[in-house]
């Protein structure tokens, strides 16, 4: 097939997740044409299959800001004519699948071939954005000229048939991982590099957007910390990181915490850690949580979000209320202290991985949901 993806370039779980979806494609022979405002973040090397379309604003005094979803529109009609594309599978509905939708009304208009379009829901374009008053019509009308839709979880489907009203089918396809790059060993990290042979090592990796609760991680690591000896890496960067920070200077533990800042292969550093922390207020799946599990690393998140799907309670993690920063630490600790059932987790979290969100079956999902929508 030949399929035009659109998502975010920068480091957030939509670019992520559409930028390995892309390279799989690709690998299985599909003609994958990115169009973006950069090049998506794990997309780093020359790939055969895979062509980049970099989609340029330009600004007018007159304008506010540089019209991106109109020139993203354009660029993408242009590169549906140039490459005879059959499918625009676009990630995050604000404003990808409205670009998208005007793309096509531009090629009917000029008698050129008509592509699909499947708008992948990930998250905070339904449960944040998309509910913002000021974007629920342009979204709700966007969802709903999709050709097909898929949402990253039940929880997320749900939520968008709730929101949104929507009448037709969100056919949910989980997110996955690449095994060959996320396993529980690893050559690239070593554990003495961030920890000593008594503490336990502890990660967050995020965007560090509110969403995230960057502070209960710390507020979690602080309480285990004064209990067991640990460390914490913070992976990612975004707009709570200064005040993390700050948070974690006036409780007097900078000596115990590792900023890495971003990095494009978390992989490195997992499988060297004890426990992952998750304590987010929305998560329509949790991509790193998947990533860690995979890795071999326990999960402690937050019940009541799509993470449900991810961490099996009692068993690969535990999931304890949003804000509940006590609870969290208190299952941590139980594991920490438990070095028999930390291995039962961490063993439990790579099978349960492997076994529900392996690439192969999920890409395969995919594949067959855009002959359906193709055939449709
Ligand atoms: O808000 C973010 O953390 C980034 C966001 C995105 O769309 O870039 O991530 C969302 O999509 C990921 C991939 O499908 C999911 O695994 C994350 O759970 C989801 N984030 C939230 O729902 C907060």
């Known amino acids: 097939m030949r399929i035009g993806i659109t998502c975010y370039p920068v480091a957030g779980g939509s670019g992520i997740v559409a930028t390995e979806l892309g390279m799989q494609l690709a690998a299985r022979d599909h003609d994958i044409h990115f169009v973006s405002y950069a090049l998506p973040f794990r997309l780093d090397r020359y790939r055969p299959n895979i ?24 660029k993408m ?46 998250g905070t374009d339904i449960t944040l954005v998309g509910a913002d008053p000021s974007f629920y019509d342009i979204t709700r009308f966007s969802i709903n000229t999709s050709d097909g839709l898929t949402a990253v979880s039940k ?78 890496i913070l992976i990612g960067e975004g707009p709570e990181l200064t005040l993390t920070r700050r948070n974690i200077v006036k409780r007097g533990i900078q000596d115990r915490v590792i900023f890495l800042g971003n990095q494009s292969q978390v992989e490195a550093v997992l499988p060297c850690c004890d426990l992952f922390l998750c304590p987010s207020e929305e998560e329509s799946f949790g991509l790193a949580a998947l990533e860690a599990q995979a890795c071999g690393v326990p999960v402690i998140g937050t019940s009541g979000t799509g993470l449900s799907e991810v961490i099996a309670h009692g068993e690969t993690g535990y999931l304890h209320p949003v804000g509940e920063t006590r609870e969290m630490a208190e299952s941590g600790l139980g594991l920490l202290r438990d070095p028999v059932r930390l291995q039962q987790f961490k063993d439990r979290s790579v099978s349960r991985a492997n076994q529900r969100f392996a690439t192969e079956r999920l890409v395969g999902e995919y594949e067959s949901y855009y002959e359906e929508i193709l055939n449709g």
């Open 51 to 74: 062509k980049y379309h970099g989609v340029q604003t330009t600004a007018y005094p007159l304008m506010q800001a540089p019209p991106y979803t109109l020139t993203l529109a354009g």
């Open 77 to 122: 009609a242009d590169v549906v004519r140039s490459f005879d594309l059959e499918l625009l599978h676009v990630h995050y509905a604000v404003p990808h699948a409205t670009s998208a939708y005007l793309a096509r009304e531009i090629l009917r208009s000029t008698g050129d071939r008509v592509p699909k379009i499947i708008t992948t829901l990930h």
């Open 155 to 232: 929880y997320l489907a749900d939520e968008t048939v709730d929101v949104f009203r929507v009448s037709k089918e969100v056919r949910v396809v989980h997110n996955f991982f690449d095994a060959t790059r996320f396993k529980p060993s690893t050559s690239d990290c070593t554990r003495s590099e961030f920890a000593d042979e008594s503490e336990a090592l502890i990660i967050h990796v995020s965007n560090f957007r509110p969403v995230k609760r960057t502070l209960d991680v710390v507020d979690i690591f602080d309480r285990i910390q004064q209990q067991q000896p640990a460390k914490l």
